[in-house]
């Protein structure tokens, strides 16, 4: 079973900084690109960040360029997202997810998901 489980949300105040981590299993993690996602109230589901298999290869959305860092350790099967400086407008449930390609415009065919951790920022 593909299971993706993410944790490290909560609430933060402006300017402040959260680390996301997504703990996966059941797939070939080294295998296969991993994403960030986001969905604001009201708002659709946007990418905001991936990085390929290899490592090579990272895209962020322009909003959170310079503040947000994908990285992933191919050994634990496991993926992070440390945003900093982070703005009430981050506010969003933040799913990780898995798929073939990280491109520099963004990820490609992601079809495994997780459940989402709610990230808040307010003062």
């Known amino acids: 079973e593909v299971r993706l489980v993410e944790s490290g949300g909560g609430l933060v105040q402006p300017g402040g900084s959260l680390r996301l981590s997504c703990a996966t299993s059941?797939?070939?993690?080294?295998?296969?690109?991993i994403g960030w996602f986001r969905q604001a109230p009201g708002r659709g589901r946007e990418a905001v960040s991936c990085?390929?298999?290899?490592?090579?290869?990272?895209y962020y959305t322009g909003p959170v360029k310079g503040r947000f860092t994908s990285s992933r350790d191919n050994a634990k099967n496991e993926v992070y997202l440390q945003m900093n400086s982070l703005k009430p407008e981050d506010t969003a449930v933040y799913y990780c997810?898995?798929?073939?390609?990280?491109?520099?415009?963004?990820?490609?065919?992601?079809?495994?998901w997780g459940q989402g951790t709610q990230v808040t920022v307010s003062s």
């Open positions: 997810a898995a798929g073939t390609w990280c491109t520099p415009a963004g990820p490609v065919d992601f079809d495994s």
């Open positions: 990085i390929s298999s290899n490592l090579l290869t990272t």
């Open positions: 059941g797939f070939a993690f080294a295998d296969r690109a």
